[in-house]
């Protein structure tokens, strides 16, 4: 299937100028690279209207079936992609079943077997490492290839996890309490920082909070474990009370001077990977943070954070950003947190409010979200039933997005929304769902030999550095001895092709059998399973199922949420 390059200024076909009049700014100059974010003007949220925080929902509502309309949206804002046959299930329930239902599936642990390496303490490693010039080069390819792995551990988890639900919680919280492995350089870390927010993502926000501040990678990354009582660095103290806890404004410059002499003295103890405390680097000196004053340790500041009215609601805007809209409306984050609050601080408690409330079903509020290049890639692959996709083709793929898993950009996490749409990225995504699509379809359906590895190029299968594609980013699909050798298939060759698309062919039938026998119905029931808004081009009822299901993932629509 040969790929036809869009042009990356043309409108798309049907779309009008009241439509494109009903933009908002942002979305235009997107339009004008060639995406349509279209916001119907009744779809739009009204940024100029004060908000009359009303978030009751009346009875009528709740106990009325969803319908497939309902679930998809339900399940199109917090899970990463869902099979028909699923949201159909979803659709007979009431919005208070369904959420129940929903959030009866979160879990606490991985179902994708960790890698080899995952126990390895940091003594381990040091001893990997060694003392000679040649054993550190040689420890350097290993890290490299763990961290490759870990990228791919964790692709695999999101295509196949039983709890994709589970998956975005711990990916909201990756990108809220950030670490980066370009520089914490510890695959074993950042499993641990990974395994911790699945384990507490949707728990006991204190206990999450509080294991953040203490959290190896953490420590690593924002310079605690530097952090001495002579020179306490301010690196987490601010981040702490800025992006994780509080918020901008909700603090003062001598809170994070403060609150950096409470965090000074901990290293990591090599014999566990935890953190300590070494006391003769510590400042017990007295300080005053957010008002309590004493000889504050790290718990007491956390413990301080927590104390402030704007934690809860903090993060119940978190919330908000993650599953309603861009634009959060403070008078209902205000019931929500004094809710969350009452929970006890329960996780849990607070989705089911945020997914219970009128806001979240609003009308108005529905394709107001654009899809991340994880969302994309994983909620296409998961819709469409492809879980056997090979991880290490996914993870590429989302990479050339522009979302890096464990790389957020900056300590702020991914800027998310319509950022995620430029030039370069709208014809890769394109490019996925109109070519690369179909090599995954086939991929799914092969079955791969133990020790395969790929054979594109690379001069010594030895030493991945040789290959510039593989550096920094590490392409786990190219890496030689990688444990995860079934996520690293070789490319579909023609016979392959020839001989698996009849298969790939049968699983769509399937698939559009599911949709019923009315012509028309079929086509209103696949519009209402992977599109959150009325398309912007004609969707026809072509001759094969490829081209129908084809002409509804190509429409701009299909990038929103």
Same mark, same amino acid.
């Given at each position: 299937?040969?790929?036809?390059?869009?042009?990356?200024?043309?409108?798309?076909?049907?779309?009008?100028?009241?439509?494109?009049?009903?933009?908002?700014?942002?979305?235009?100059?997107?339009?004008?690279?060639?995406?349509? $974010?279209?916001?119907?003007?009744?779809?739009?949220?009204?940024?100029?209207?004060?908000?009359?925080?009303?978030?009751?929902?009346?009875?009528?509502?709740?106990?009325?079936?969803?319908?497939?309309?309902?679930?998809a949206h339900l399940l199109g804002?917090?899970?990463?992609?869902?099979?028909?046959?699923?949201?159909?299930?979803?659709?007979?329930?009431?919005?208070?079943?369904?959420?129940?239902?929903?959030?009866?599936?979160?879990?606490?642990?991985?179902?994708?077997? $960790?890698?080899?390496?995952?126990?390895?303490?940091?003594?381990?490693?040091?001893?990997?490492?060694?003392?000679?010039?040649?054993?550190?080069?040689?420890?350097?390819?290993?890290?490299?290839? *763990?961290?490759?792995?870990?990228?791919?551990? *964790?692709?695999?988890?999101?295509?196949?996890?039983?709890?994709?639900?589970?998956?975005?919680?711990?990916?909201? *919280?990756?990108?809220?309490?950030?670490?980066?492995?370009?520089?914490?350089?510890?695959?074993?870390?950042?499993?641990?920082?990974?395994?911790?927010?699945?384990?507490?993502?949707?728990?006991?926000?204190?206990?999450?909070?509080?294991?953040?501040?203490?959290?190896?990678?953490?420590?690593?990354?924002?310079?605690?474990?530097?952090?001495?009582?002579?020179?306490?660095?301010?690196?987490?103290?601010?981040?702490?009370?800025?992006?994780?806890?509080?918020?901008?404004?909700?603090?003062?410059?001598?809170?994070?001077?403060?609150?950096?002499?409470a965090f000074s003295g901990y290293?990591?103890?090599?014999?566990? =990977?935890?953190?300590?405390?070494?006391?003769?680097?510590?400042?017990?000196?007295?300080?005053?943070?957010?008002?309590?004053?004493?000889?504050?340790?790290?718990?007491?500041?956390?413990?301080?954070?927590?104390?402030?009215? !704007?934690?809860?609601?903090?993060?119940?805007?978190?919330?908000?950003?993650?599953?309603?809209?861009?634009?959060?409306?403070?008078?209902?984050?205000?019931?929500?947190?004094?809710?969350?609050?009452?929970?006890?601080?329960?996780?849990?408690?607070?989705?089911?409010?945020?997914?219970?409330?009128? !806001?979240?079903?609003?009308?108005?509020?529905?394709?107001?979200?654009?899809?991340?290049?994880?969302?994309?890639?994983?909620?296409?692959?998961?819709?469409?039933?492809?879980?056997?996709?090979?991880?290490?083709?996914?993870?590429?793929?989302?990479?050339?997005?522009?979302?890096?898993?464990?790389?957020?950009?900056?300590?702020?996490?991914?800027?998310?929304?319509?950022?995620?749409?430029?030039?370069?990225?709208?014809?890769?995504?394109?490019?996925?769902?109109?070519?690369?699509?179909?090599?995954?379809?086939? $991929?799914?359906?092969?079955?791969?030999?133990? =020790?395969?590895?790929?054979?594109?190029?690379?001069?010594?299968?030895?030493?991945?550095?040789?290959?510039?594609?593989?550096?920094?980013?590490?392409?786990?699909?190219?890496?030689?001895?990688?444990?995860?050798?079934?996520?690293?298939?070789?490319?579909?060759?023609?016979?392959?092709?020839?001989?698996?698309?009849?298969?790939?062919?049968?699983?769509?039938?399937?698939?559009?059998?599911?949709?019923?026998?009315?012509?028309?119905?079929?086509?209103?029931?696949?519009?209402? *399973?992977?599109?959150?808004?009325e398309p912007v081009g004609e969707?026809?009822?072509?001759?094969?199922?490829?081209?129908?299901?084809?002409?509804?993932?190509?429409?701009?629509?299909?990038?929103?949420?």
């Amino acid at each position: 299937m040969k790929y036809k390059k869009p042009d990356p200024f043309a409108v798309a076909p049907g779309t009008s100028i009241e439509q494109i009049n009903t933009l908002r700014t942002p979305a235009k100059l997107i339009l004008a690279l060639g995406f349509v $974010l279209l916001f119907a003007s009744g779809f739009v949220p009204n940024q100029d209207e004060p908000s009359s925080g009303a978030d009751t929902t009346a009875p009528a509502q709740t106990e009325a079936v969803i319908g497939l309309d309902g679930a998809a949206h339900l399940l199109g804002r917090t899970t990463f992609g869902t099979p028909l046959e699923q949201l159909q299930q979803y659709g007979s329930l009431t919005r208070t079943e369904a959420v129940q239902k929903l959030v009866a599936t979160l879990v606490t642990e991985s179902v994708t077997p $960790l890698p080899q390496w995952a126990p390895m303490l940091p003594s381990d490693v040091a001893k990997k490492r060694g003392k000679t010039e040649e054993t550190r080069k040689a420890f350097q390819r290993e890290s490299r290839r *763990w961290q490759a792995e870990l990228r791919t551990w *964790w692709t695999r988890e999101l295509i196949s996890s039983p709890s994709p639900l589970t998956e975005r919680l711990v990916l909201m *919280w990756h990108g809220h309490f950030t670490s980066e492995m370009r520089k914490v350089r510890s695959a074993q870390a950042m499993l641990r920082q990974n395994q911790m927010f699945r384990r507490l993502g949707s728990g006991d926000f204190r206990k999450l909070l509080h294991e953040v501040a203490r959290d190896p990678a953490m420590a690593i990354y924002l310079d605690t474990r530097r952090s001495t009582r002579e020179k306490p660095n301010e690196n987490f103290a601010r981040e702490l009370l800025e992006l994780y806890g509080l918020g901008e404004g909700n603090y003062t410059e001598d809170d994070v001077k403060e609150a950096a002499r409470a965090f000074s003295g901990y290293r990591i103890d090599a014999r566990t =990977g935890s953190l300590k405390m070494i006391r003769r680097r510590h400042d017990s000196g007295e300080k005053t943070v957010l008002g309590t004053t004493g000889p504050l340790g790290a718990k007491d500041v956390v413990d301080a954070v927590l104390a402030q009215p !704007a934690c809860p609601r903090w993060i119940s805007r978190r919330f908000w950003i993650e599953f309603v809209s861009p634009t959060p409306d403070d008078l209902v984050i205000g019931k929500w947190a004094k809710s969350f609050v009452k929970s006890e601080w329960q996780l849990k408690s607070l989705l089911e409010t945020v997914l219970l409330s009128d !806001a979240f079903w609003s009308q108005q509020n529905r394709g107001s979200l654009v899809k991340s290049p994880v969302d994309l890639v994983i909620g296409t692959i998961r819709s469409l039933q492809l879980e056997k996709a090979p991880a290490g083709q996914s993870l590429r793929i989302i990479g050339r997005l522009g979302q890096q898993l464990f790389d957020p950009p900056n300590v702020a996490g991914w800027p998310g929304g319509e950022q995620w749409i430029d030039a370069t990225t709208l014809l890769e995504r394109r490019r996925f769902l109109s070519a690369e699509l179909q090599e995954i379809s086939i $991929l799914s359906m092969m079955k791969f030999n133990p =020790g395969q590895v790929t054979d594109r190029a690379n001069p010594d299968p030895q030493d991945p550095e040789m290959d510039p594609e593989m550096d920094p980013e590490m392409d786990p699909e190219m890496t030689p001895g990688m444990s995860m050798a079934r996520e690293m298939p070789k490319r579909v060759n023609r016979r392959d092709r020839r001989r698996l698309l009849p298969a790939v062919a049968k699983k769509y039938r399937q698939m559009w059998s599911q949709l019923g026998d009315d012509a028309m119905a079929r086509m209103s029931k696949l519009q209402s *399973w992977l599109l959150p808004l009325e398309p912007v081009g004609e969707i026809k009822d072509s001759p094969t199922i490829q081209a129908r299901l084809g002409s509804v993932l190509l429409d701009p629509t299909y990038q929103l949420k």
